[in-house]
């Protein structure tokens, strides 16, 4: 009796939470940890059907950069990243659409209509469909020099990697009110029709501003932001976040995901939130609990 009340308390605590969040759009980047393992797999297939479920309006953004260094290491070609960055010509350019927008995109769609069984639904789409993400291909000069990281000129030439210019987010609305979750893979096109490869977190931050999202949610392999004593930070406002940046505190790959975060904030998303993918219903436990689990960000 006493587990059957614990989990009666349980719903009771997520109540207001879900009555807050209902009919409000939550936009997740999915990717790491939380993609490559089976059980962690399940588990946001869950989260995410459970959202829909409850009447909130989940969009997935994901990854898949080690699927895209598998196949092209199966294919004998080498991957190349120039600060942190893949090197991405015609050739590998042809690759990632292949795996981000083929295999990738499609294994998260099944497995979300598996769980779904017939009543949650999910349909894939990468940035081409319905003119989602319009691209340019990337500065690589101005994006390295806003990392903080100085490189000389002639290593910069990154192929088809890019940068949002603009989303279009009508086929996003257009999904979300006929019950489907959309899943997007990061992949532009510019009006020349290139395509190219793109920063899941940058494109994550983005959508979530087009939509003007509630939360936008990065699933990652940490436990959070961490302080200068390298404790894990619950909750943090942008002026701490832009100060732990100069002072080197925040560094590295954490960076632009942190500028991600920051973008999105600053163009009317409510609030971002870094979580640790490798926890099993990180998601419902972040938004539906008192206490979070990760690193809630906020103006």
Request: aromatic fraction near 6%; include cysteine; proline fraction near 3%.
């Amino acid at each position: 009796m006493e587990k059957l009340i614990e989990k009666a308390n349980i719903l009771l605590e997520a109540l207001p939470y879900i009555s807050n969040f209902r009919g409000k759009t939550l936009v997740i980047k999915y990717g790491g940890n939380a993609m490559d393992k089976a059980d962690l797999r399940d588990a946001f297939a869950q989260d995410i059907v459970m959202l829909k479920f409850i009447g909130i309006n989940p969009v997935i953004v994901h990854g898949g950069g080690p699927q895209i260094g598998n196949y092209l290491k199966k294919m004998g070609l080498e991957s190349k990243f120039i600060g942190g960055l893949r090197v991405t010509d015609k050739e590998t350019m042809d690759i990632v659409e292949m795996v981000l927008g083929g295999l990738v995109n499609k294994s998260i769609v099944q497995l979300i209509n598996k769980v779904g069984d017939g009543h949650v639904k999910a349909v894939g789409i990468t940035g081409k469909d319905a003119n989602l993400i319009k691209a340019r291909k990337l500065d690589a000069d101005e994006y390295f020099r806003s990392m903080g990281d100085f490189r000389p000129s002639e290593l910069l030439d990154l192929g088809h990697v890019g940068e949002v210019e603009k989303i279009n987010p009508e086929i996003i609305n257009f999904l979300d009110s006929g019950g489907f979750i959309p899943v997007i893979a990061p992949i532009g096109y510019d009006g020349e029709g290139n395509a190219y490869n793109i920063n899941a977190d940058f494109v994550a931050s983005t959508v979530a501003s087009a939509l003007k999202a509630e939360k936008v949610i990065f699933l990652t392999d940490i436990e959070g932001l961490k302080n200068e004593k390298g404790e894990t930070v619950s909750t943090i406002t942008i002026p701490e976040i832009e100060r732990m940046i100069e002072e080197g505190v925040i560094k590295g790959g954490m960076i632009p995901k942190m500028k991600a975060c920051i973008n999105a904030i600053k163009n009317g998303v409510g609030k971002a939130h870094i979580l640790d993918g490798r926890v099993e219903h990180c998601v419902l436990l972040e938004i539906f609990t008192k206490e979070g689990i990760g690193t809630e960000i906020s103006i």
